[in-house]
Every structure is written in structure tokens, then in C-alpha cells.
């Protein structure tokens, strides 16, 4: 079973490096993705990452928790997140699409953890749908540090910033294997807190930047992430 949990987590984490290989890679071929379509994968990482707090982080959170712990830890979230990102701005250090991705990440690979004794199925799906939206999130967090960080030595390594945050959900998930069951309301409470703050750069940071001036397609982008969560919820669902 740990071997199993291992490579799914493996999965996940992977797809977060080939997202932000994707970054790079857009960085030295700058012409072989229009302007157009790059805002479409931010907007897609945005409805991505809205789709796990609707259908996933709230829902599954609040039924592991009494009330009050679900709209104090979903308040929490977003203040801690919120100073967090200031912190970040006013350094120069723009880390907010990675904290987004992290946000969404660590909580799923702790719940692939927690259930893959129970359903290994349901855990092979939930690492699916972490891999599909850590491809568009990592992307953008590789951007937005390559191409907006005022201390180039965080630029030169944004690369390797990213993998090493997204091999970090392999601990993660191994935590959630040994520490919790799926019932457990500390795992719901993680699961508010991600989300509390995910909403708050969702609109603070993620969607500003998929804006793009007289185009409408970006905003299509949106639409096909949050449908990505959508697919998966209603299938793990049956």
C-alpha cells in the first residue's frame, strides 16, 4: 500500500514539474504560445483551483467539522494568506500563484493519503485530478516568478523553487497516510483553511492576470478548469 501511494504521489508531484517545464520552456520559445492563449491557462488554473474548493476542500471539510471550525478555519486561511502575500509583494517576491498551488496540493495529497485504505480507486482519481490541475498552476506560478520576481536570484531557480515545493507533496501525503483517517475533523479543518486562502489569491492574484483587454477566450479557459473538477467530482461521486 505504501508503494502504491508512493507512485500516485509521485504522479501529482511530477505534474507540477512538467508544468513548470512548460513555463520554461515558454520562457526561450516565447512565439510558439500567443498572448491569448497564455491567459487561457491562467484562467484555467484559476477555474481549476475554484473547482477544487467548490466540489472538494468545502464540502468534504465542512462534513468533517462542526460549523463555527468551518467558517473560522476558512477565515483563518485567507487572512494568514492574505498577510502572506502582502509579505511577499512588498519584498518583491511574487509567490502567490505557487502558495495557490501549494494550497490546493498539500490538503489533496494529505486526503490521498488518508483514503487510499479505504478506496484505492478514489485515490488513484483524486491524484488524476491533482495532476490535471497542477500542470496550469505550476505554469503560472513559473511565470509569475520568472517574469515579475525583482530578485533575480529567485528567477534564475524558479524551476528548481517549484519542483522541490511540488516533491514536497509526496511528505505531505504520507503524512495524511499516517497521521488520519478519512473521517478525521483535523483533516477537515486543513481542507477550510486551503480553501479560506486559495478564494482569496483566486481573486487577488489569479484572475487579474488572466484579464485580457477586448479577448474573451481567456475567460473560456475558466470555464474548462472548473468543468476538469467537475468530471472528476462526478465520477468519484458515481
Same mark, same amino acid.
Given at each position: ?103 490546493? =496540493?498539500? #490538503? %489533496?495529497?494529505?486526503?490521498? $493519503?488518508? +483514503?487510499? @485504505? ?6 488513484? !482519481? &483524486? ?52 497521521? =488520519?483517517? #478519512? %473521517?478525521?475533523?483535523?483533516? $477537515?479543518? +486543513?481542507? @477550510? ?6 478564494? !482569496? &489569491? ?37
Amino acid at each position: 500500500m505504501a508503494l502504491d501511494l508512493f507512485i500516485l504521489l509521485l504522479i501529482a508531484s511530477l505534474s507540477a514539474i512538467a508544468g513548470g517545464a512548460l513555463g520554461h520552456w515558454e520562457r526561450v520559445h516565447p512565439a510558439w504560445m500567443r498572448s491569448e492563449t497564455r491567459h487561457a491557462v491562467i484562467a484555467f488554473g484559476g477555474g481549476a483551483l475554484l473547482a477544487a474548493v467548490s466540489l472538494v476542500l468545502v464540502p468534504k471539510g465542512m462534513a468533517l467539522q462542526p460549523a463555527w471550525a468551518s467558517l473560522a478555519s476558512f477565515t483563518g486561511g485567507a487572512v494568514v494568506f492574505m498577510a502572506c502575500d502582502r509579505y511577499f509583494t512588498n519584498h518583491g517576491t511574487p509567490l502567490s500563484q505557487l502558495l495557490a498551488m501549494l494550497l490546493d =496540493f498539500v #490538503p %489533496e495529497a494529505i486526503v490521498v $493519503g488518508a +483514503i487510499i @485504505t479505504r478506496s484505492y480507486e478514489e485515490a488513484l !482519481f &483524486l491524484t488524476l485530478i491533482i495532476a490535471a490541475q497542477n500542470i496550469p498552476e505550476a505554469f503560472n506560478a513559473y511565470r509569475e516568478i520568472k517574469h515579475q520576481s525583482d530578485r533575480a536570484g529567485i528567477g534564475r531557480h524558479a524551476l528548481m523553487v517549484i519542483s522541490l515545493a511540488a516533491l514536497s507533496g509526496i511528505g505531505w501525503g504520507f503524512l495524511g497516510y499516517a497521521a =488520519f483517517t #478519512p %473521517e478525521h475533523p483535523l483533516l $477537515g479543518t +486543513i481542507m @477550510t483553511f486551503c480553501a479560506g486562502g486559495i478564494v !482569496f &489569491l483566486v481573486f487577488r492574484d489569479v484572475a487579474p492576470q488572466a484579464k485580457l483587454e477586448r479577448s474573451w477566450y481567456p475567460s473560456l479557459g475558466a470555464v474548462l478548469g472548473f468543468m476538469v473538477g467537475m468530471a472528476g467530482h462526478l465520477f468519484v461521486a458515481g
